[in-house]
Structure formats: C-alpha cells, structure tokens
C-alpha cells in the first residue's frame, strides 16, 4: 500500500460526458501528478501541483483539466469524454521540495479505470 | 534530450531461473534512474532507484540493477524468478526541467514467470 488513494476505482459513462477523479496524497507529500496509462500511448504524464499551484503541465488535453485543494488532495476533471479517453489513470504524489530533487520517487495510487462507451 | 529505451517488449522465464529486464538511458547529465513494477489491475510500485550513490542498487523482492554509465544501461536482474514476479517492469529516468521534477517512462516490459 502507498498511502496514495484514488477514487473511485471504476469508472463507465458515455461520450460527451464529464467525471471527475479524486486523489489523497500520503501524508506529508505536497506533489500531485496525474497520468494517462492506454495501451496505445502507454504512461504519459498529465499535470503535476505542488502545494495547491500547478507547476507542470504534460500531454494534458484542453478538455481536461485539475486542481489542488488546500487539504492537498487533487481532483482531475475529463468534460466532452471521448472513446479515446478510456484509460487507467494513475495519480501519484512525492515530497518534492520544489528544488532540484529528482531522486524524489513517486509513489503511485491504485489507478481509476475509465471505460467510455 | 531524455528517453529511456526497454530492449524487450516481453521477456518469459521459468521459476527458478535468472530474470534479466534490460533499460538504456539518454540523458545529458547524470540520471536518476528508477525501475517500477505493475502487477495486473494494480498501480506502480517503486522496486527501487540509482540517485549516484552506489552503481550496483538492491530493491525489494531480490531484485537489483546496475548503473553502467559507458553503456548507459540500468538492467534490472534477479538471481531466481518466482511466479509472484509476473508483471510489467517500467525503467523511468527523472529529470529537473524547468522548475519540476518529470519522470519519463519507458515502454514497459512485461515478465512471464512458467512453472
């Protein structure tokens, strides 16, 4: 167990629709990143926020977008859903200072897995 | 520029039997460099990671990988697969850009463990 929990587990909706994921980092991490695993594109990095700011953006589509709250957990909103967008989406947080750390490790939660019908 | 290269796609073994998941690395500067593990419907877990202390890194699960720097390669190895190694191994490499820390995934390489 990671200490990164991600609801829900399973998600189905239908095209054009709009969910939205949640995600709890462990305790003390003040990062969030989300990612994309399909099997086409593999794991692709969405967006990253540290301590409520968003620092990085990724592959991240127009369509998509997220925050984080002051409590540090992060939501990740998908709107006008496509069949493409079908994936397992991972968040993962780490302590990441903000510095030159790159030795910081992410940890991983559990993964939502979006099914668009 | 950054990438991380998994020389095979699928690697099949019998327990008992050394596993050898190959990675090279391309980066301009000295990499962290960092192997996970996926086991079916479940999320990435850090096996373990090379951060320029010792070349030769033990994880968990009797797993261990060797930072070759002239290869550029992060193998990663194990003495004896068990059928609880099944899974999809990812070399990822990090990188300080811009004012964050990005992981670069490899392709992935998925581990079949035989009786």
């Known amino acids: 167990d990671s200490g990164v929990t991600q609801t829900p587990k399973h998600l189905i909706t239908a095209t054009g629709q709009r969910v939205t994921l949640r995600c709890s980092p462990r305790s003390g991490d003040l990062s969030v990143y989300w990612y994309q695993q399909s099997l086409d594109q593999g794991l692709q990095f969405l967006i990253q926020y540290y301590n409520g700011e968003e620092r990085a953006k990724g592959n991240i589509l127009e369509r998509f977008s997220a925050q984080q709250f002051p409590d540090l957990h992060s939501e990740l909103n998908l709107s006008s859903l496509e069949l493409g967008d079908s994936a397992l989406y991972f968040c993962a947080s780490s302590v990441a200072t903000g510095g030159p750390s790159s030795y910081n490790e992410q940890f991983f939660g559990p993964g939502t897995r979006l099914t668009v019908l | 520029a950054q990438s991380v290269t998994q020389l095979d796609s699928h690697v099949s073994v019998s327990e008992g039997t050394p596993v050898l998941l190959r990675c090279n690395y391309s980066?301009?500067?000295?990499?962290?460099l960092f192997w996970y593990v996926q086991h079916p419907n479940k999320g990435l877990q850090l096996l373990l990671k090379y951060t320029s202390a010792a070349t030769l890194v033990k994880g968990i699960n009797g797993f261990e990988a060797e930072f070759k720097k002239s290869e550029t390669s992060f193998h990663l190895t194990k003495p004896s697969a068990h059928m609880s190694d099944a899974a999809e191994y990812f070399c990822v490499v990090s990188l300080f850009s811009g004012g964050y820390n990005k992981l670069i995934f490899g392709a992935g390489t998925r581990l079949a463990v035989h009786p």
């Open positions: 980066s301009s500067y000295s990499p962290s």
